[in-house]
């Protein structure tokens, strides 16, 4: 299977000898970083090659699973995307989707018979893997790397992680933040050549058809990633049932939000010269995801749901029943019950999280006039700025506002305020 080994030597030999006045300086901490990460990498990814090797030995089968309607949550980041995908997620009848230890420990099949086997034998014995696995969890939950997305071992998570084992992940820019080597990764279908786009993503359809095949083989996937905004023709192309759901939130919160989550990944992996680099980056990226996925499914209206932040967060229930119908699924009693439940705790909870715009070198003012054109084609709050009086990019191309259009048909209930929840933010 593809491994980008050219890469993985640039990268490395970069990180250690190319890296004066770079925000990947090499400093005593990122000495001792990188040769931890690659003391486990490397031994993890041989193992992962034995594995791989094996399930063509004893699971030939999985190259014949077949990936049916796969459902691609997207959006920017720190626009809920998080909250939805783990939601859904608890219809376990239905989807199925990547969890923590499957993407860190378990890529291939064997990995994950082996440890199923395990956690079953350790039945007989206490469930000394299940103790251990809450001890972690508690442990993460107390960490305050990044409070504003909490993970546990069984949780769902971004697959895009699963590409770390093929060194084709933009989740590296945080080990290895090279603009002109990891940043294509960001505007993948725009900036990734299509030799090298084919190569990644046949990668990855296997690596969907074995998760798929060692869970039974009958459920949906359920994919969640803010990164793929800017992978939406390369998924279509390879899975051409694909649905997508894009959610959105206003750039007042979402890119303090965002900036803050990214500047806390750098600042783990390397010593960088300011405390929030590659700002200018970060938000012609987010400008990108904003717009993209509306250029592209401009003619494709029933590809795609558009769904604002702030409709979920106040009605996550109506908007999953919404969902549902749109995709034609049963919305059985068990999970509603479950929609409910989490409804209610959403409606109770509220954000301690606070993003200072002064410390992060951004106004207001300027979070406006870079977003203009989000601004206006989704009518945000604009918090009283005055748009040019001009047309728009959106309006001279003619692009529908589709997510209008699926708002009135959804048209909630629920009567209760604007939440500004960002726990649902992920």
């Given at each position: 299977?593809y491994?980008?080994i050219a890469?993985f030597l640039?990268?490395n030999?970069r990180?250690?000898f190319?890296t004066?006045?770079e925000?990947?300086?090499?400093?005593?901490?990122?000495?001792?970083?990188?040769?931890?990460?690659?003391m486990?990498?490397?031994?993890?990814?041989l193992?992962n090659?034995?594995?791989?090797?094996?399930?063509?030995?004893?699971?030939?089968?999985?190259?014949?699973?077949?990936?049916?309607?796969?459902?691609?949550?997207i959006g920017?980041?720190?626009?809920g995307t998080?909250?939805?995908?783990?939601?859904?997620?608890?219809?376990?009848d239905?989807?199925?989707?990547?969890?923590?230890?499957?993407?860190?420990?378990?890529?291939?099949i064997t990995?994950?018979r082996?440890?199923?086997?395990?956690v079953?034998a350790?039945r007989?014995?206490?469930n000394?893997?299940?103790?251990r696995?809450?001890?972690?969890?508690?442990?993460l939950k107390?960490?305050?790397?990044n409070?504003?997305?909490?993970?546990?071992?069984?949780?769902a998570?971004?697959e895009?992680?699963?590409m770390?084992?093929?060194?084709?992940?933009?989740t590296?820019f945080?080990?290895?933040?090279?603009?002109d080597?990891?940043?294509?990764y960001?505007?993948?279908?725009?900036?990734?050549?299509k030799?090298?786009q084919r190569k990644?993503m046949?990668?990855?359809?296997k690596m969907?058809?074995?998760?798929i095949?060692a869970?039974?083989?009958?459920?949906?996937?359920?994919?969640?990633n803010?990164?793929?905004?800017?992978?939406?023709?390369a998924?279509?192309?390879?899975?051409?049932?694909?649905h997508f759901?894009k959610?959105?939130r206003?750039?007042?919160e979402?890119?303090?939000?965002?900036?803050?989550?990214?500047s806390?990944g750098l600042?783990?992996?390397c010593?960088?010269?300011e405390p929030y680099?590659?700002?200018?980056?970060?938000?012609?990226?987010m400008?990108?995801?904003?717009?993209?996925?509306?250029?592209?499914?401009?003619?494709?209206?029933d590809?795609?749901n558009?769904?604002?932040?702030?409709?979920?967060?106040?009605?996550?229930?109506?908007?999953?029943?919404?969902?549902?119908?749109?995709l034609?699924?049963?919305?059985?009693k068990?999970f509603?019950a479950i929609?409910?439940h989490e409804t209610h705790a959403a409606?109770?909870?509220?954000?301690?999280?606070?993003?200072?715009?002064e410390?992060?070198?951004?106004?207001?003012e300027?979070?406006?006039r870079?977003f203009e054109e989000v601004?206006?084609y989704?009518?945000?709050?604009n918090h009283d700025?005055?748009l040019?009086?001009?047309e728009?990019?959106?309006?001279?191309?003619?692009?529908p506002?589709?997510?209008?259009?699926?708002?009135?048909?959804?048209q909630?209930?629920?009567k209760?305020g604007?939440l500004?929840?960002?726990?649902f933010?992920?």
């Open positions: 299977m491994f980008d890469a640039r990268y030999f990180a250690f190319k004066r006045g925000h990947y300086r090499l400093t005593p901490k990122r000495f001792l970083i990188l040769v931890i990460w690659l486990i990498y490397i031994p993890a990814q193992i090659r034995l594995c791989f090797l094996l399930d063509e030995i004893f699971f030939p089968k999985y190259r014949k699973q077949e990936i049916q309607k796969p459902i691609f949550i920017n980041p720190r626009s998080t909250f939805l995908h783990r939601l859904l997620h608890k219809d376990t239905s989807f199925t989707a990547f969890t923590v230890w499957e993407l860190a420990l378990a890529p291939s990995q994950r082996i440890i199923w086997a395990f079953k350790g007989w014995i206490g000394p893997i299940r103790h696995v809450n001890l972690i969890n508690k442990r107390q960490s305050k790397v409070p504003a997305h909490t993970i546990k071992v069984e949780e998570e971004e895009e992680h699963i770390i084992h093929n060194w084709t992940s933009e590296l945080a080990i290895y933040p090279y603009r080597e990891v940043l294509p960001f505007f993948f279908d725009r900036d990734i050549p030799e090298k990644v046949s990668f990855y359809k969907i058809q074995k998760h095949y869970h039974g083989g009958n459920k949906i996937l359920l994919s969640k803010p990164s793929y905004s800017s992978r939406i023709a998924l279509t192309e390879t899975f051409p049932d694909a759901i959610l959105v206003n750039p007042f979402a890119v303090p939000s965002m900036l803050d989550s990214m806390i600042n783990i992996f010593d960088p010269l680099p590659f700002k200018d980056d970060f938000i012609e990226l400008k990108f995801y904003y717009l993209y996925p509306v250029e592209y499914f401009k003619d494709k209206k590809k795609c558009f769904i604002k932040y702030d409709d979920l967060v106040q009605h996550p229930d109506e908007i999953v029943k919404d969902l549902y119908a749109w034609g699924l049963n919305y059985s068990k509603a929609v409910n409606h109770h909870y509220h954000s301690k999280h606070e993003y200072p715009l410390k992060m070198g951004l106004t207001e300027r979070i406006f870079e601004f206006s989704y009518e945000f709050d700025y005055e040019p009086d001009r728009m990019f959106w309006q001279l191309r003619n692009w506002q589709f997510w209008k259009t699926q708002s009135k048909q959804r909630p209930d629920n209760m604007k500004q929840n960002e726990n933010a992920g």
